[in-house]
């Protein structure tokens, strides 16, 4: 590896598995030292021990506001500071406009908005303490294509998701214009192979045919992997995307134009 990273300090949400996990693989490749949280303690644990002694857990529920105040304070402590933060934890929970019921409404925007929020709020706050050396910092929030692509049954991922694109606008031009140097982009991922992908899968009846459905979507052939966001992630991450921020960067093998 080239070590695009190489010094740099990340956090990544939802790393325990999937697009998390992906990327923070990657990033440690790329010579960053890495967080990984998650709410999955043991997933977690095993993940950061895979990946080395550039990687550390904790264990945390992105959408408890107390939970981000330790965690940026380990960051602060351990690593005097960060460079990078990932928004990726996220949950896909179905229901239409009729079925879907308040609870899980209110759960899908606490985990896949508030979230981001919440990360994006703490990751300024710590970055603009960074050194001359360091000033700045890269905040990436994973959004998806169902920001820009509307299915029936996806009503409370679709409206979260595209809220954290517009958000991320609105941060990367805050951040613009306060002087900060800090750049805000998020991500628009196709379908992605992971563990979320099979809980999507086990809330239909026949989850095999979901996924052949998700498949022929793809114009490119195929559905996307980890490794194939965490590419993007490591562009927007590194100094080579300086001058790039308030984008939304879509990898879904042209799903979104199909």
Same mark, same amino acid.
């Given at each position: 590896?080239?070590?695009? &990273?190489?010094? !740099? ?7 325990? /598995? ?57 960051? !602060? ?22 079925? &879907? ?23 300024? !706050? &710590? ?40 958000? /991320? ?29 099979? !809980? ?59």
């Amino acid at each position: 590896m080239s070590e695009k &990273l190489a010094g !740099k300090r990340a956090i990544v949400t939802g790393g325990a /598995t999937g697009i998390g996990y992906g990327i923070a693989k990657r990033f440690v490749a790329e010579g960053a030292l890495v967080i990984i949280t998650d709410i999955d303690a043991q997933g977690g644990t095993s993940a950061a021990e895979s990946l080395g002694d550039n990687c550390q857990f904790l264990h945390h529920d992105v959408s408890v506001p107390s939970q981000w105040d330790t965690v940026f304070a380990h960051a !602060k402590t351990h690593f005097s500071g960060l460079d990078i933060m990932v928004n990726v934890a996220g949950v896909t929970l179905m229901g239409t406009i009729e079925d &879907l019921d308040v609870e899980t409404w209110d759960k899908t925007m606490a985990i896949n908005v508030r979230s981001c929020f919440l990360g994006c709020q703490g990751a300024i !706050k &710590l970055m603009k303490t960074n050194s001359q050396e360091t000033k700045g910092g890269a905040i990436i929030n994973m959004a998806s294509v169902s920001a820009v692509k509307a299915k029936p049954e996806l009503v409370a991922y679709n409206a979260s998701k595209s809220g954290v694109d517009m958000m /991320t606008k609105s941060v990367a031009l805050h951040c613009a214009a306060s002087g900060y140097g800090i750049n805000v982009n998020s991500i628009n991922p196709g379908v992605i192979e992971t563990d979320m992908l099979k !809980k999507v899968m086990s809330q239909v009846e026949d989850g095999e045919a979901l996924m052949d459905s998700y498949r022929a979507l793809h114009p490119i052939g195929r559905i996307g992997q980890p490794e194939d966001v965490a590419a993007m992630a490591v562009y927007l991450a590194s100094d080579e995307a300086s001058f790039v921020t308030g984008s939304a960067f879509t990898v879904d093998g042209a799903l979104s134009l199909n």
